[in-house]
């Protein structure tokens, strides 16, 4: 099944931009909601009235991180039905072990993206 609600959290722009252009250019129908920070993020989530099927979630952002969201959403989500897809735009061995330890995370993706990439994990859902 194919994702239907997607959020994106990046601080950069432009990485964001291309996430959504993806995703939509790959299916319109899929809605496409973005934030800059971890909590503008948790903000959008607790007011959301639809459910989040995929959050593509940068690791490093200034203030808190991917990580601090990780354990913020883990005290406020009682289910783990949302996939995460961490992006960074490098990938060290502690960074990819320590993502794994959480139940939600379903892949690391290295930015830049490619757009297969990012389709593929609108699948996984």
């Known amino acids: 099944m194919v994702a239907s609600h997607v959020l994106v959290v990046d601080d950069n722009e432009a990485d964001q931009f291309l996430c959504q252009h993806f995703i939509e250019s790959y299916d319109t ?18 007011q959301c009235v639809n ?6 979630l940068d690791i490093n952002m200034p203030g808190m991180d991917g990580y601090d969201f990780l354990e913020a959403y883990d005290r406020v989500n009682d289910s783990n039905s949302t996939d995460i897809i961490m992006l960074s ?11 794994l330890c959480y139940q939600q995370v379903k892949k690391i993706l290295v930015k830049p993206i490619h757009p297969g990439q990012l389709c593929n994990c609108l699948n996984l859902h």
Do not use: H, T
């Open 51 to 56: 459910k989040i099927d995929v959050i593509f």
């Open 89 to 99: 735009g490098s990938i060290r061995n502690e960074d990819y072990e320590r993502c």
């Open 29 to 46: 129908s899929i809605i496409v909601n973005r934030a800059f920070g971890v909590q503008e993020a948790l903000s959008f989530i607790e």
